[in-house]
Nanobody, 126 residues
Framework: QVQLVESGGGLVQPGGSLRLACVVS????????IAWFRQAPGKEREGVSC????????FYVDAIKGRFTISRDNAKNTVYLQMNSLKPEDTAVYFC???????????????????WGQGTQVTVSS
């Protein structure tokens, strides 16, 4: 069956880095767009980045531009989110999700994503 499994979260100091990984199974990664969402306590789930089937089909929300990088390795069935210069406001549970399509549709909203991972906690604190 379709599965998405996130890993790589943890506790990091402001200014630090983490790399999240989303390992997928049960489908061909290259056939779908994949997005990273995050949800902080008391806030709505926010789509922060997306990678589509075509090279260069990449989206970042303004809050993370220049700090986060999304990438995919289709051979390893894995999508990554490299997070640098982390801020306390980046604290959230991060989810990866499979789009209904193979392109990134902007804005990145949860309704466009049909399969989800269980999430990984990222805490940025000194």
């Amino acid at each position: 069956q379709v599965q998405l499994v996130e890993s790589g979260g943890g506790l990091v100091q402001p200014g630090g880095s983490l790399r999240l990984a989303c390992v997928v199974s049960g489908f061909t990664l290259n056939d779908y767009a994949i997005a990273w969402f995050r949800q902080a306590p008391g806030k709505e789930r926010e789509g922060v980045s997306c990678t589509g089937k075509r090279a260069g089909d990449i989206f970042y929300v303004d809050a993370i531009k220049g700090r986060f990088t999304i990438s995919r390795d289709n051979a390893k069935n894995t999508v990554y989110l490299q997070m640098n210069s982390l801020k306390p406001e980046d604290t959230a549970v991060y989810f990866c999700a499979r789009s209904l399509w193979n392109v990134c549709v902007v804005p990145v909203v949860a309704a466009s994503y049909g399969k989800w991972g269980q999430g990984t906690q990222v805490t940025v604190s000194s």
